[in-house]
Nanobody, 123 residues
């Protein structure tokens, strides 16, 4: 089993910054992609940003491009989301996701989710 634990959420004024962290632990042989998603009140969960194992490929939602930066530390099984120039519409629960291969002989990788961390941006 794999556990993902997010931290770094909170309340911030518009224009401010927050840095989210997510640490993966448990039965991990390798982690392929990691990413951040969010769910705002009354809306469906949406992709915020993803990053591949080597960090060479990143993908961002149009709404956060130029403001958010995703990065990862493979040695620590950790992914980060630096959020700058925050807007009230960024208010949501942010979820970490990791696609994990549990062992060298595993045929498949599986997707795991964290419990979420609340980000609230006041105007």
């Amino acid at each position: 089993q794999v556990q993902l634990v997010e931290s770094g959420g909170g309340l911030v004024q518009a224009g401010g910054s927050l840095r989210l962290s997510c640490v993966a632990s448990g039965s991990i042989f390798s982690i392929n992609a990691m990413g951040w998603y969010r769910r705002a009140p009354g809306k469906q969960r949406e992709l915020v940003a993803t990053i591949t194992y080597g960090g060479g490929n990143t993908n961002y939602a149009d709404s956060v491009k130029g403001r958010f930066t995703i990065s990862r530390d493979n040695a620590k099984n950790t992914v980060y989301l630096q959020m700058n120039s925050l807007k009230p519409e960024d208010t949501a629960v942010y979820y970490c996701n990791a696609v994990v291969k549990g062992s060298p002989l595993a045929a498949m990788s599986y997707s795991y989710w964290g419990q979420g961390t609340q980000v609230t941006v006041s105007s």
